[in-house]
């Protein structure tokens, strides 16, 4: 199903025995102090994946770096779908022995995929709820707030957040990490993915409520099929799914309900207004016809997608074929016979938004544009006003346009 792209690709990395422990464990003792990190800023971070050892950790790297800059009695919250890297376990593992809360939301699938951190993190933060630090499993066959089985995904909802939260780290409180990519290898080596890094104690209360409610529905015996919530922090706004479709109305039939879709009626083509996308899974056929639509109007319309089979459905294909200003396809072979896919998930707007010209703005998350990530996932998007954080964006989608060009 597509929304098993991820763990399709580590079984496939692990056939290929591509899937190793990264780094020995963590000496607790020697990581009783949390080290003096770099100033936490608002900032983008790209990994490389055809980059060199140190591009393509970026990501992970940095989130180490934040792990191991949380000093004692401050509180590492962290939403993950899968996770097999040992290096951010470890971390984790050694923040705790130095004092810091650590509380860690993952699905089950973690629990029993090849090569996954949960025993690690079991063993190293416990299970005890009662206790400042953590680690908790949604339940098997669902997420924690989703639980429905989509007609086109048998597999059912999931936990597909990836973010980390910080109360204090590097000199900055209140941290918010929300980034594209699951804490595991095949991220990092295989897969072109983006992280935003913002200090803001709004948002950062705002993703706090938000994890409250995955553990207290993802520890009870029902969840919440349509969980959707859309708070807002200053120049931030952050969308909550699962999101239900309009009563009487199918799941993949109901525009009015199609978040993204809501968010590109707001643009206006006036004054040449840019959209840019880049997409791991694309399945939904309303925001596809938006994009043609916008095209039409006179936006330029720039996608990267990724070309993994079934990460763009032939209805969403038919649609899209031959009527953007540009598109291209993130599937370039490496010597070493692996693939370098797309796993990054934003969008992308500068112009005229919402009756407002000369805007910069940019939605990402653990979104995907499919019906799974609308209609039954735990998942979040996030929306960022911010010139600076765009044009970081905006550089990496050219470099995405520019590399996957001859896919």
Known sequence: MAHRHTTLL????????????????VNAAASAEAHTAAAVTTTATFNDPAGDTAAQSRIRDHIIDLIDGAAAGSTITVAMYTFTEDPVADALVAAKARG???????????????????????DGLGTDRAQPSWVFACPAGRGCLGTRKLPSDADGAINHNKFFLFSSTGGASDVVVQTSANMTNTQRTDLFNNAVTIPDAGLYD???????????????????SNYYKTPSSGGYKAYFFPRQ????????????????????????????????MAANLFTRDEVASKLVSLKNAGCAVYLA????????????????????????????????????????????????????????LVWTGSH???????????????????????????????TLMSYCEGS
């Open 10 to 25: 580590l079984a496939t990395a692990a056939a290929a025995g591509l899937i190793t422990a990264a780094a020995a464990p």
């Open 100 to 122: 810091v809360n650590v509380k860690v939301i993952l699905d089950h699938t973690t629990v029993t995929m090849t090569g996954g951190e949960y025993t690690t993190l079991t």
């Open 206 to 224: 705002i993703y706090q409520a938000y994890f409250a409610d995955l553990l207290k529905y993802g520890t009870s015996s029902t969840g919440l």
């Open 245 to 276: 479709e309009a009563s009487g109305t199918e799941y993949n039939n109901n525009a009015a309900t199609d978040t993204v879709k809501l968010i590109l009626d707001n643009v206006s083509c006036s004054g040449g207004t840019q959209i840019r």
């Open 305 to 360: 997608y990724d070309g993994n089979p079934g990460s763009m459905s032939s209805a969403v294909e038919t649609i899209l074929s031959g009527k953007l200003t540009k598109r291209v396809q993130c599937y370039e072979t490496r010597t070493s016979g692996v693939n370098v896919g797309l796993h990054s998930k934003y969008l992308l707007i500068s112009g005229t938004y919402d009756g407002v010209a000369n805007k910069k």
């Open 368 to 398: 995907n544009y499919s019906y799974p990530s609308l209609r039954a996932n735990d998942e979040t998007l996030l929306k960022i006003d911010n010139s600076a954080l765009y044009d970081q964006f905006k550089a990496n989608h050219d």
